[in-house]
């Protein structure tokens, strides 16, 4: 009997001491879910990394990483308000980089807010001036304006200029639309009895 109970002691410290190292490994630091996160964000899962850094924000609320990838996160859900709070508040602490600037800009832009997002693009272009996301961006907001001339003019002097060939796919492709737009106009003008 006394051979069974201490086996069960034994049995029930073992386990006890199991499931404190289990309970510790599951219990994540923030920069492990900082990395988690941003593995969710570069996979296309921006809602999960959203939760995963208000999680973090939640034990730290000085995380400034978190943040900027909260808003970054909060931007690609369409979330726009909630990013602009989020690029705000960052902004108090350390100076926004050209593809935070970016990323501002388009939920300025989302949000209706044109000439803030264009402030904000030129803001990435001056940060660092062959940043394609910015010029695609740039020329988005001017075709949102109305203003087919001025995005034109970006584009084409933009598209040699930029540096990553996605951007340089977008603007052609910006480009492609603007001058089919003008041509159909054209078209219509010149079909149309007089």
């Not at 199991?18 to 899962?45: D, E, K």
């Not at 705000?88 to 949000?111: C, E, I, M, N, R």
């Amino acid at each position: 009997m006394k051979k069974t109970l201490a086996a069960i002691c034994a049995a029930f410290a073992l386990a006890t001491q199991y499931s404190q190292v289990t309970l510790a490994s599951n219990i994540s630091s923030p920069a492990t879910l900082v990395s988690q996160g941003y593995s969710q964000l570069a996979h296309g899962a921006p809602g999960n990394a959203v939760k995963i850094f208000i999680q973090v924000l939640q034990a730290e609320p000085n995380n400034l990483i978190a943040r900027r990838y909260l808003a970054h996160a909060l931007t690609q859900c369409g979330q726009n308000q909630q990013a602009i709070i989020q690029f705000q508040q960052l902004a108090k602490y350390v100076p926004l980089q050209a593809v935070d600037f970016s990323q501002l800009a388009t939920a300025y832009l989302q949000f209706g807010n044109h000439q803030l997002a264009l402030n904000c693009y030129n803001q990435a272009l001056k940060l660092d001036p062959k940043f394609g996301p910015a010029t695609v961006g740039l020329i988005k907001t001017h075709l949102a304006m109305s203003d087919k001339t001025q995005a034109r003019a970006i584009g084409e002097t933009a598209i040699t200029q930029v540096r990553d060939r996605n951007s340089q796919q977008q603007i052609r492709q910006l480009l492609e639309q603007t001058n089919a737009k003008d041509s159909g106009t054209q078209v219509q003008g010149e079909t149309e009895p007089g």
